[in-house]
């Protein structure tokens, strides 16, 4: 009998220990980008242990998860098969090979099957984030094939404007790369300096020619070095000269123009040091967007670039001038598609970057707008589309280069970006499907989902970063139709002299019912930095109105906590005015906790001319202290008032709002709170 207990017991622990093994760590729940297919066995495969490695391919990320002898039983294994037998989607796109993989893990046995060097580094990639998850003690039983939608998955730094540090670019490329992110577009030149080390014209990287961190450029062994490091880790770089736009530096430095005969000789020396320093790029890319120019200028230097150093080229689409077409520019291989008037060109691939320039971007908002969105109208890649970059530009200048990431909100934008290109999907374009995200459903669910886990890693793999996105998807408002202000802002309806325990959902005003709707989300436009082209809250935005939002809060205690506060998101590429001393905006924007007016900040760059070399301060809210606010026990009311008037000094009078609570410090949204409109929790 006590053997037979003892027996009983040995089971009921080997159980207990498969049901950990089973709930310790939910595969889907810390995997970024998601899989195409997981499936769970029950096993583990402990990590801590030898083992024998066997992989063709040499992958370092693979060989640094293990520790390998030669005479261990448990066994990691790398098949490559071609493509056909791998049996994933693939399409075709010149140096970009098939991402696909397989993977199947049990107790004593990992087998990796892929179609190329680079599908093994994906796998590898999603190995470290399973082993990630149990602290690199065991790899969770799985069975998952997968594969990215779309082939280019990318982000770009603007380093002429704004020198970024060459240790920063490492970190950013080996954190980004780790989520599959696999193109790094280097735009190396801009009008504040020439980026990229010329050992032919040394006067291009001099102070005198540079009007912004002067002096300040990656020397070719640089540029050599990161290319390697970020090939290792599955992400090809594509260096950028901007020519003939953008080029001030140059002629600066020079002394005459990119288009002149003297500046085309030298541009294709400079390509040529250019491709030396990048040996292993398949692309090239050479701007070509906003200055004016020639089908002759372009076709000279893509033909150069395509027959002369065997690359491929690609150029800015539109470009100013020039009509983009195979005919008309036959030397050009991919273009990048910016601002509205992008459009995909026949018969090349076409990357979509149109609604991807982050320097326009809040924190909140447009992130929901861009995960929602398909990639250019497509469920997935094509030989004419080849995915999407995600683009930082910094015309205005910041104190630090951290600025930069935080008021990008780099991290939380691109991974965005490249797990919707991974997944492929998205109900809709952003042109018709904006920035609102829906209080429920499959679009609810699903932002829900990633927000859940890409804040599972800024708080392990990104901890040290500076990411200013916090969870919203549990705050939620009431809005109002907008009232007719007359061009006052300080006009006063009936949504602030209602004094019920809980605002009504209509309203009388001069014999007309304004009704109001729901909404979620920290950040809402009610009109999109692009006007009628991307939707938001009101369909038909009037100005010279007011709006009103409220939310009640219940907080189990009282307690101080951050407040996130924003009405106008000033664009890292504007040369906007501050707000006045006293003022949230420029608008009259107001905003009262508990019938307590919550004051603005003092602003540093208040009644001074702004101009691109004007420091951007504490305009943003992501680049200051959280206001500190005091939540009462029980219910608390947060109520906005929106006016909608001309801003002076505003170029794009967008119409917004950000509210969130957080910690103290800012760095996480408050927990255990309640947003409810209704007071229903």
Request: glycine fraction near 6%; charged fraction near 20%; aromatic fraction near 12%.
């Amino acid at each position: 009998m006590s053997v037979l207990r003892l027996l009983l017991s040995a089971l009921f622990v080997l159980l207990a220990a498969t049901v950990s093994a089973r709930s310790e760590v939910d595969p889907a729940c810390c995997l970024l980008p998601k899989p195409k297919m997981l499936q769970e066995n029950g096993d583990r495969f402990r990590i801590r242990r030898p083992l024998q490695l066997t992989d063709p391919t040499g992958c370092t990320l693979l060989a640094s998860l293990f520790r390998t002898s030669g005479k261990a039983s448990a066994t990691v294994t790398v098949r490559l098969v071609d493509d056909a037998a791998l049996g994933t989607f693939d399409y075709a796109l010149a140096g970009f090979p098939n991402e696909g993989y397989r993977i199947s893990v049990t107790t004593d046995a990992i087998t990796v099957t892929a179609a190329s060097r680079t599908g093994v580094i994906r796998a590898a990639q999603t190995l470290m984030q399973l082993a990630a998850a149990t602290d690199g003690a065991y790899i969770p039983g799985v069975d998952i094939t997968d594969y990215p939608a779309f082939k280019l998955r990318g982000f770009m730094h603007d380093v002429g404007r704004s020198f970024i540090s060459f240790d920063e670019l490492k970190k950013e490329i080996d954190l980004l790369a780790r989520f599959k992110v696999n193109v790094f577009h280097w735009h190396l030149t801009d009008n504040q300096g020439f980026r990229f080390e010329s050992k032919h014209y040394p006067q291009l990287n001099s102070s005198a020619s540079m009007t912004r961190f002067a002096g300040r450029y990656y020397t070719q062994t640089q540029c050599t070095e990161l290319e390697a490091y970020a090939a290792e880790r599955g992400l090809i770089v594509i260096p950028e000269i901007d020519m003939p736009g953008h080029s001030a530096a140059f002629t600066t430095a020079m002394g005459y123009t990119m288009q002149s005969e003297q500046g085309r000789i030298a541009l294709k020396q400079l390509l040529t040091e250019l491709a030396a320093a990048f040996p292993l790029a398949p692309y090239i890319h050479m701007g070509a967007d906003e200055a004016g120019t020639t089908a002759a200028f372009v076709n000279e230097m893509s033909q150069y670039v395509k027959e002369t150093l065997s690359r491929r080229c690609i150029v800015w689409n539109p470009i100013s001038g020039v009509s983009i077409s195979s005919s008309a520019l036959p030397y050009i291989d991919m273009t990048e598609m910016w601002s509205t008037a992008g459009r995909k060109i026949s018969g090349v691939p076409n990357i979509d970057c149109r609604y991807n320039y982050v320097n326009h971007f809040d924190v909140f908002a447009d992130l929901v707008g861009i995960y929602k969105s398909n990639i250019y109208y497509a469920q997935q890649g094509s030989n004419e589309l080849a995915g999407s970059i995600t683009a930082l530009w910094n015309d205005r200048k910041t104190p630090t280069e951290q600025d930069i990431i935080c008021q990008n909100n780099l991290y939380a934008n691109v991974l965005a970006t490249a797990e919707r290109g991974w997944m492929g999907g998205g109900n809709q374009y952003i042109e018709a499907g904006g920035t609102i995200l829906p209080d429920s459903g499959t679009e609810y669910e699903e932002f829900a989902d990633w927000e859940r886990r890409f804040l599972y890693y800024k708080d392990r793999w990104l901890s040290a970063e500076s990411i200013p996105y916090v969870k919203q998807t549990d705050v939620h408002w009431l809005i109002t139709d907008a009232f007719p202000n007359n061009g006052n802002p300080a006009a006063v309806f009936p949504p602030e002299t209602v004094r019920d325990d809980i605002l009504p959902a209509t309203f009388s005003f001069d014999g007309q019912t304004y009704g109001s709707r729901h909404v979620t989300g920290a950040g809402i436009y009610l009109r999109h930095t692009w006007g009628a082209t991307v939707p938001a809250f009101f369909s038909t935005p009037q100005l010279n109105t007011t709006a009103y939002a409220w939310t009640y809060i219940y907080s189990p205690k009282a307690q101080t906590c951050g407040a996130l506060i924003e009405f106008q998101n000033y664009g890292r590429s504007e040369n906007d005015s501050a707000p006045d001393m006293g003022k949230w905006d420029r608008k009259g924007s107001r905003v009262w906790l508990n019938d307590e007016e919550i004051l603005p900040p003092v602003w540093t760059n208040a009644d001074t001319s702004i101009n691109a070399e004007t420091e951007l301060r504490n305009e943003n809210f992501t680049v200051r202290q959280p206001v500190s606010v005091r939540l009462r026990k029980g219910w608390n009311k947060v109520f906005l008032k929106l006016p909608y008037v001309a801003a002076p000094g505003i170029r794009l009078n967008k119409w917004m709002f950000t509210f969130v609570l957080t910690t103290p410090d800012g760095h996480k949204a408050l927990e255990g709170i309640v947003y409810s409109p209704d007071k229903l929790n």
